[in-house]
Nanobody, 127 residues
Framework: QVQLVESGGGLVQAGGSLRLSCADS????????MGWFCQAPGKEREHVTT????????YYADSVKGRFTISRDNAKNTVYLQMNSLKPEDTAVYYC????????????????????WGQGTQVTVSS
């Protein structure tokens, strides 16, 4: 069973940084492709980034490319999202998600493609 718990959200000024963490209490973390999504009030959940099981492959939405970095530590069952040069439009609830994918790689940008979700952590960027 996968249980994802996000942390690290908060209030930051524009141009600042935050590091989100998502920890899995299960035993099969390394077999999951992981993703981060965000959802602003009144908007649909949007894909931010995806990372492969080993961490060797990543994919970013154009809106965050060059500013956000996803990484994972399979020994700690944790995936991270380093967010730099934050903008007010980055304000949203950020969710981590896990897709059971024992083999292969794909971009997996659709929320419906993921099997498990965390509860979300609020990121607020003030101007």
């Amino acid at each position: 069973q996968v249980q994802l718990v996000e942390s690290g959200g908060g209030l930051v000024q524009a141009g600042g940084s935050l590091r989100l963490s998502c920890a899995d209490s299960g035993r099969t973390f390394s077999s999951y492709i992981m993703g981060w999504f965000c959802q602003a009030p009144g908007k649909e959940r949007e894909h931010v980034t995806t990372i492969s099981r080993s961490g060797a492959s990543t994919y970013y939405a154009d809106s965050v490319k060059g500013r956000f970095t996803i990484s994972r530590d399979n020994a700690k069952n944790t995936v991270y999202l380093q967010m730099n040069s934050l903008k007010p439009e980055d304000t949203a609830v950020y969710y981590c998600a896990a897709k059971n994918a024992p083999r292969g790689w794909g971009l997996y940008t659709g929320a419906r493609e993921y099997d498990y979700w965390g509860q979300g952590t609020q990121v607020t960027v003030s101007s």
